[in-house]
């Protein structure tokens, strides 16, 4: 069949010059076929495909009308576009002989399954900066195959495009969208390769991140892959990390599916990590700029199925290897709290530059929150960044009064103004509340926190008495409450804790329902590193912690006695302050992350304490040694090693809790 209407052409007709009729997708796979690479073979829907989709069903008008009043700040008002438009797409049919011509070039291909991906065409190529986020639909067979290419044409019109649209200016742009048919790659393993290190931007290093069954695992972030860097000049293998694989995403008929592993092993071999390097500097002489490439490796071959352009060192890119790159330093865990990811942003924004070092001189540029159970967050900071800051804060207290007085003073009167805020709430907007709060919280809070004991070794009698009142005042929890909340929902709706305050404030609120579904089963990592911002969720953020921490866990924890004795008893878990676990029985052992006065009916009952975090004057402490019951504090994991009912032995005198018996499956 010959294609006189122009609406698809092979990978072998296709150049970089045609990405305004095949998108920046389909543009470098015809790019890379010509040139030789390994590209599975394929076609490309172009774009006037679609366009001539939308004229024969009548949709163009109605399409515009809707897209006409969405105000691109609200986002109700998108999403019902969005869902609108695409219900328009898929219940309209393809043009006979448009589908006919699409059906033609499958069975030229000679593949059961294929790989049916969008790629947006736009006249400003800025617009690829979110082409990435619309649809793909692995191991389609023919009989999904029209019906997979409306849905591709139809994600043109996802709530993240359709702000992008309004927010670049592009919604009175031309826009349209092509849609790439490639052979399924059956991938034994599959992964990424970077011509460029993401993170140190080493232009002699490439990265490559490798794991087993299909790549999509690996480019959404659903598994820790393996990771090697290799230096060009030598082709040495200069660093490897192998990571424990315990699911894999493998085709099952017509489906993908996560199927159980469990792989300790580097899942490429030194000569294949070679062999990819090569072809990734081969890829990026080529096109003259360093590259991303996605790859497969089917029997023994690599497959190149995407190729992208590093421009910059795009967010994403640093997202996928955030793990990597938190486990490279030398982080100190510093505090445990009862955090949402709107939280943790917030709290993090108190050690925000510029205003921080404005202030102190000195600020804390990387920090991670990692959500250890539901709404409890741990900090951790960099062990150099935290000791200049305490020297910062020493420094201001013993050499500059002047400077110290004032602080403190601010704090008192912002304290004041807090309490009249609460009585008379006067904000009218998220931000205005956020550059109240960070005010508040870096003059009372964090500057007292950390003056108090350098003025309590000085002895400093005008300063101490005011350091002492503001650790005893605390506005903040309230203002958060009765403040800052009710305006975070104002702006963003019900799923305002699943954002960040830089995105809410930003107008950026497509991520809210996503988060929360992958919170049901998984743990957010958030990190503020070079004052950027990066969110992901992991399944076992347990492994993470042991590493940060050092930690090498077995059937036992250690920690502080906090009051002396040994018992054996039933654990019982308590995870949240409001976690009143039902079925506590008398005598039963109470492991949590920390304790406070709304968990003393089951402290009452029990007949030891274990806790995750604490000093010797936390709460559990305190308590413990008020009642005379064995207490081990500061364990940092009993909450994740031990279960509901398992049996164990608290040797609080020693400072060890072990496992005596497995709870019964």
């Not at 109700?76 to 033609?104: G, Q």
């Not at 991906?117 to 029209?146: C, H, I, M, P, V």
């Not at 990066?534 to 009051?563: C, M, N, P, W």
Request: aromatic residues 8%.
């Amino acid at each position: 069949m010959t294609n006189n209407m122009k609406l698809i052409k092979t990978f072998q007709d296709i150049s970089k010059n045609d990405i305004k009729i095949a998108g920046g997708k389909g543009a470098s796979l015809g790019e890379m076929t010509q040139s030789k690479i390994p590209v599975p073979p394929g076609f490309v829907i172009l774009s006037n495909a679609f366009d001539k989709f939308l004229e024969a069903n009548n949709l163009e008008a109605d399409i515009d009308a809707i897209l006409h009043n969405v105000d691109h700040t609200k986002i109700h008002t998108v999403e019902n576009a969005s869902e609108k438009i695409r219900a328009l797409i898929l219940s309209a049919k393809i043009p006979e002989n448009i589908a006919n011509e699409i059906l033609h070039f499958f069975q030229e291909l000679k593949s059961d399954f294929v790989a049916v991906r969008s790629s947006a065409t736009a006249e400003d190529s800025s617009f690829a900066a979110w082409a990435g986020q619309l649809e793909s639909y692995l191991n389609t067979t023919k009989k999904d195959l029209l019906e997979n290419v409306k849905k591709c044409w139809a994600s043109l019109f996802l709530p993240r495009a359709i702000i992008y649209r309004f927010e670049k200016n592009l919604h009175k742009h031309p826009i349209s969208v092509a849609v790439v048919v490639q052979k399924m790659i059956q991938s034994e393993v599959a992964g990424i390769s970077f011509s460029v290190h993401p993170i140190t931007q080493d232009k002699n290093q490439i990265l490559i991140e490798a794991g087993i069954g299909l790549g999509e695992s690996v480019v959404s972030g659903q598994i820790t892959p393996d990771s090697y860097v290799i230096e060009k000049k030598n082709w040495k293998i200069i660093d490897k990390n192998i990571a424990k694989q315990t699911k894999a995403l493998k085709k099952s008929g017509e489906k993908n599916i996560w199927k159980t592993i469990d792989s300790n092993k580097q899942k490429l071999i030194d000569l294949q990590i070679i062999e990819l390097a090569k072809l990734t500097l081969r890829i990026e002489k080529h096109y003259n700029f360093p590259v991303d490439i996605e790859w497969a490796l089917e029997n023994g071959n690599f497959h190149i199925v995407q190729s992208r352009p590093i421009t910059t060192i795009s967010e994403t890119t640093i997202v996928r290897n955030e793990l990597d790159f938190v486990l490279s330093k030398d982080w100190i865990f510093l505090v445990g709290r009862p955090y949402t990811l709107f939280g943790a942003s917030l709290y993090q924004r108190w050690f925000d530059p510029p205003q921080i070092q404005e202030l102190f001189g000195e600020s804390i540029l990387d920090n991670l929150y990692i959500e250890e159970h539901p709404s409890v967050v741990r900090r951790y900071v960099i062990k150099n960044q935290l000791e200049a800051f305490k020297k910062a804060i020493e420094k201001i207290v013993k050499n500059d009064k002047k400077k110290c007085e004032e602080i403190l003073k601010r704090g008192l009167a912002l304290s004041d103004k807090a309490k009249e805020h609460l009585k008379k709430n006067p904000f009218s907007d998220l931000k205005s509340a956020v550059d109240f709060l960070v005010e508040l919280t870096l003059h009372a809070t964090v500057f007292s926190y950390f003056s108090y004991p350098i003025l309590t070794e000085i002895k400093d009698e005008k300063l101490l008495p005011i350091a002492e009142k503001l650790r005893g005042i605390s506005y903040y929890p309230d203002i958060v409450q009765e403040i800052i909340n009710p305006l975070a929902k104002k702006e963003a709706g019900e799923n305002f804790n699943f954002l960040t305050v830089t995105e809410i404030l930003s107008k950026d609120l497509t991520q809210a329902k996503t988060r929360k579904k992958e919170s049901q089963t998984k743990r957010f990592v958030y990190a503020k590193i070079n004052n950027k911002e990066h969110i992901l969720y992991v399944d076992d953020v347990f492994e993470l912690i042991k590493k940060l921490d050092h930690i090498q866990v077995s059937d036992s924890v250690r920690g502080q006695t906090a009051y002396p004795g040994k018992v054996v008893g039933t654990v019982k878990l308590v995870l949240s302050s409001t976690d009143l676990n039902v079925n506590f029985k008398d005598g039963d052992i109470l492991v949590a992350v920390t304790t406070n006065p709304t968990l003393m009916p089951l402290i009452r009952k029990s007949s030891a304490i274990v806790s995750d975090e604490g000093g010797v004057t936390c709460h559990a402490a305190i308590v413990s040694r008020e009642l005379k019951k064995p207490c081990v504090i500061g364990t940092k994991f009993a909450t994740h090693i031990f279960q509901n009912e398992d049996i164990i032995e608290v040797d609080a005198t020693n400072g060890v809790v072990r496992l005596v018996e497995r709870k019964k499956q």
